[in-house]
């Protein structure tokens, strides 16, 4: 569990810095930070895990907001609160967005069980 937390903190990382280098040539990733949480920590678990990906998911959607404010914050008050607080008033598009991203990680993270289940790769005629 803490491996695939850490690897999701580690994509989260890159995926932030990742929006917000894009964001400044002219596009607007905002999926990319919570996919990318979601995906560094499916790169370190060999398990699927549902508390997992509820975490990372959770996590996903925060730093999608975080994302979001350090990128364009109110001009009316510049303050992570008064952002929060006023979320509700941001473009349909970027709350779809940061949802979308909130699902990838959460998606992502839950792992897969790897190997041979029984009864699968074998020719049964």
Known sequence: MLAGLAGAVAG????????????????????????????GASLFVSDRSALRGVLCGVFALALGLLAEWRFAPFIKDPGLGYFLAHVHRLQPITLLMIAAGGVFGYWLALGRERGIRSGEGTNQA
């Open 12 to 39: 989260g990382l890159v995926g932030y810095f990742a929006f917000i280098w894009i964001a400044r040539q002219g596009f607007y990733a905002l999926m990319l930070p919570g996919g990318l949480a979601g995906f």
